[in-house]
């Protein structure tokens, strides 16, 4: 069986145990798989099991994981999982499930069928979502069974509705996405819903799935064939995210997708290397190997793969696609798997030519069967694996020697590969067909492909890529180049002048126009820039923009060169204009394809124009706006100097800037809407000031009236100026309240498991000492009368020096009293800081706070090798009880008593570095205490530690200012105090601080708390 629970009163009290401590040992479960140790976590889990009654089974078989899933509509009427033991259970396995899969994928569907006949025989519960997403994942990659995983999949999106489970969306989003969904639909789909994964995973505190969301979307677009400049930015953006959240996991994932990007994008003499500005593999494997974290080797050894098969070391990427293969069972349903399949089958074909004939054959079987695998998941991903199936076949039909159907595959790869928007492999597809071709002495047609491979890798961003192909094929490069009167150059800007014309591609001047109309966001300001980029670029004389609004074509803007001028707010018909050919514009707003026509007044199907007819213009380049999918707008251009001005080269320009000015005019268009909606409430607010002026002039008696509705209009601002003032500090009392909640809970929970010993230890103590000093008074009796004990007695009375034992054992018994009372004690303090019983506001002894606070943080205070101990000076004045939540009042002496440690630790490093003699002083806190005349109580605590500059000083209280290190403060701790006296208390706050100073903070506290109404 799957689970088995204990039986018997012994199995019950167990149980009960085990519950109280679960939540211990999740909070376990998380810091080790925080830090990386995925088999601590596991290890941890399956034990917190056992004492719930719960055990994997050992032994599976296929028929186990053919279960019969629900339908849709049966999942809604399912019971609802109500048992605290099993739910307990179902949390475990839960958590547990992530690093399993990470470090020990092998018992991975042994958790997921537990959960899933946990969930059958007791109830569904939120978690059970998980579980069928889970289960969705091994039908996918275990079983090969899509349609089923995709079933699952959407059985737990179902789940995630009907309990409103906001805070299992990041774990069920990550698994649907990353691990199932691009078998069945194109890999494009993936991306938003990732990222409201990641926002998800942030809003409701799981930044472990946060992370796994983030690694999965990074590579997903590295994959997907994105330009590599976007996916660069975001994985930069990804790894600092990674940083911040502290999840080791990620923040050693994406550095190294993101160092193959930079070596696609800059190359250098270690191109082929993993060794740059984001991640270094000589330095970080030896620690992935040390820690056995499979998918990290993985991504490594695959990474390498890729670029030493695009750098044409085919060699080396077999030898590193082998090693991946070691861990691939950890990766099985990650889009990084497929990757794997694609780039070994391609580096064994091209190296089979020189393979010894075993070799031959041994590669030969692997390719085969990658290709049965891969042949499998195209029937049903077609989008995403079609083209990289066809590609291999097109490999392995060139190296077997039939050339005919090598020449079939290599143009259904680059097809399909250009259909569904996959450039770079695309572009390989393009690159390995010049190959072919060049092989077999077709030189012209190896030229064609070669050159639509160059054009790819530069359109992905590949610029090393590109720059190897010139390097490897120089002579042709030239030839293809002078042939086409142009020269391409990745980094330079060089010109070749055919009729007069200067014919350009230039990726460094591409980028910037591109940014430029990415930093444009007002409509005039951008069709002006647009319109100019364009006539530079294309070689235009007159350029012409065409907006499509409300169904009409409407011309908003015309440049001309002759003229150095844009105008722009035309508005004007496309149909009432004779600037234009009516028919070609036409033409491309039905079709959204493309017109070029070199002599446009000779174009057959557009040679009678009335326009054209009139104007006997030259070169026109028409081309349709798309926006994800709909026509938007329509770029006019046109030369009246020189025939053949639009080449293919400058229409390559168009295409590469086309996406970002779909994006910039469609973001303008939407901020101009917005423009005019706030002219008109800005000229409705105008009318309404004016209308109430004239009312008053008229009606004098209305002044009060008026006034008394503009108060309450001040005070509904006031109301939502502090709300929203409210709304802006809800991140930081959720982040700082989270954590001392869970603090307190853990720190009552350990008072409460230590109080229970120690109050049996403490209570018979003093029974041990009466029954002591009885056994004391018949041996003295014995003693006395007995002078001439029997050999045996006076043996072992020598042997166990009783003596001793008698003077000893009472001092023994006094130690353990000492012993006793000193873990009552901090039994007492703990209970006193964590205060969980008194969420409510009532009357404390506020000294008592501050030395439970001072007893928590004694072990900070005591001298260290590198300086002295920290001297707390008390100066307590006689209080009454103040009213107040004791619990944050401890938390406001924590930050402030903590802060202060550190202040004066600071100094003396700043002192042991400047070797300066003037801190060899011990460092001091002082505390006190003292009711003012006004019936407030005033809490000072100062130390004489490094203090603080004005600047820091104006921001001490500000949310998230910190001057500690990145990663080891969150600028929240006085943030939060300032809140708890401030606004919680009526209380006040305040701080004063020089450098070498020291500082000094003042709490007054009223005595008694007014409610607000």
Known sequence: CIFS???GEYGRAVRQLSIKRVKIYELQIQFYMAQNQMLKSIDTGLQVLEMLGVSLATEVNENSFSIQLP???????????????QLAALRILTSITAPAYTAKPEIVPLIVLAQIELSTQYGYSALTAFAYAFYGVIACNSCGDVEKAYHASQLALKLLDRFDANFLKCKVYNLFNGLIRHWKEHLNQVFQTFQESMQTGLETGDIEYAGYSATAYCASLFLAGKRLDLVEQQQRQYIDLAIKIKQDYAIYYIPILHQMTLNLQEGGDRKCELVGESFNENETLPLFIKTNNRILLFVTYLSKTILLYLFKKPQDAIEAAGLAAEHAASV???VVYVAHNFYYSLSLLACYPQATEAEQQQYLQIVNENQQLMGKWASSAAANLKHKYELVEAEKARVLGHPLEAMEYYDRAIANAKKQGYVQEEALASELAAEFYFSIGRSKFAQIYLTQAYYGYIHWGAKAKAKDLEARYTVIFEEVLNHESIYLDVYKTRTSTTGGSAIVLDLSTINKASLALAEEIVLDKLLDKLLKILMENAGATVSCLILEKNGQLLIEATGDVKKNEVVVGLSIPVEDSHLLPISAINYVAITQEVVVLNNAAHSGRFSNDPYLLANQNTSILCSPVINQGKLIGIIYLENDIANGVFTSERLEILKILSSQIAISLKNAILYDKLEIVSQNLIQANQQLESYNLTLEEKVVQRTVELQDKNRLLGEQALQLERALRELQTTQTQLIQSEKMSSLGQMVAGIAHEINNPINFIYGNLSHVSDYFQSLMDVLSLYQEKVTS???EIQLLTEKLDL????????RLLDSMQ????????????????????EAAMKSVDIHEGIDSTLFLLQNRTKGKPDHPGIEIIKEYGSLPKVECYASFLNQVFMNILSNAIE?????????LGAKDPSRNQKGQIRISTQLTSNRLVEIRISDNGIGMTDEVLHRVFDPFFTTKPVGTGTGLGLAISYQIVVEKHQGQLSCISAPGRGTEFTIALPLTQVMLP
Request: glycine share 4%; aromatic share 10%.
């Open 5 to 7: 629970p204990f039986l």
């Open 71 to 85: 339908s849709l509509m049966e999942v809604e009427n399912t019971p609802e999982m109500t048992d605290p033991y």
């Open 332 to 334: 099985l349903g990650m």
């Open 789 to 791: 004990p029997i050999p």
């Open 803 to 810: 003596e001793f034992i008698v003077s000893d054992f009472p």
């Open 818 to 837: 000492i012993g006793a009372d000193r873990i009552r004690q901090i039994v007492i303090s703990l209970r006193n800081f964590s205060r969980l019983d």
């Open 903 to 911: 202040a004066i630790e600071e100094s003396f490093g700043s002192a």
